[in-house]
């Protein structure tokens, strides 16, 4: 019973097209925004347990850069309208910057360090202009420091979005989703959802101009 990891990812997947579908096509339809909401959560809530459960964390951090390259020319074209702008990078970055966090995390002892880290990790999210900058990186560290104690890091992660504004407030349904994790994988298409967040930008993009 409850929801692998692979049902987990279909549920972001899902909320983040229709966020991304009202915000290129119809970005005065908030409705789409606030059911959008729903998928960072998830995605900050997996890729902690993934962090926890690949065998090789090169390949990962790899595999995680490499898409944030590849994803950035439609990430600006569906956004920003431009093939390359600089004041912002999609969420692929973030995600690699938590990992790498994670993996320092890992290697240090004293809390002292572990909170320069966590800062650290912020400002750079923040300098690069990633999704959700500092605020996306904190939330990846309360499911990080939480992941053992189930109710609190759900309360905390419900909490972070409830400190947003409006639309992310709704990002907290994404905790009625998460409470019925069963730890489990189910089916691995992890290429499928690496590339389907660039092609999907794409033909959003495509479709924006046909509408002009």
């Known amino acids: 019973m409850g929801l692998n990891s692979f049902q987990l990812k279909c549920i972001a997947v899902i909320t983040m ?37 690949t065998r090789d964390m090169r390949k990962y951090m790899l595999r995680l850069g490499v ?18 702008e600089f004041s912002h990078q999609n969420v692929f970055f973030s995600l690699l910057i938590g990992v ?12 002292p360090i572990k909170m320069t880290e966590l800062l650290l990790a912020m400002w750079i999210a923040n300098l690069l202009g990633t999704d959700y900058g500092f605020k996306g990186i904190l939330l990846i560290a309360i499911y990080y420091f939480l992941r053992e104690y189930k109710w609190k890091k759900h309360a905390a ?3 972070w ?6 639309i992310q407030r709704c990002g907290a349904l994404a905790t009625v989703f998460l409470v019925f994790y069963n ?30």
């Open 17 to 53: 097209i229709i966020d991304h579908t009202g915000a290129v096509l119809f970005p005065g339809e908030l409705v789409f925004r606030y059911i959008g909401r729903i998928s960072f959560p998830i995605f900050c809530f997996l890729l902690v347990e993934g962090f926890f459960h």
């Open 161 to 166: 979005n409830l400190l947003w504004n409006q």
């Open 100 to 111: 790498m966090m994670m993996y320092a995390l890992e290697k240090s002892s004293e809390w």
């Open 183 to 212: 730890g489990k994988k189910g089916p691995s298409m992890k290429y499928f959802f690496y590339l389907f967040y660039p092609l999907h930008l794409l033909v959003l993009y495509g479709i924006y101009h046909m509408m002009l």
């Open 157 to 159: 992660g419900a909490v």
């Open 67 to 84: 898409f944030a390259v590849l994803s950035e020319i439609p990430y600006d074209l569906a956004f920003r309208g431009t093939m390359l």
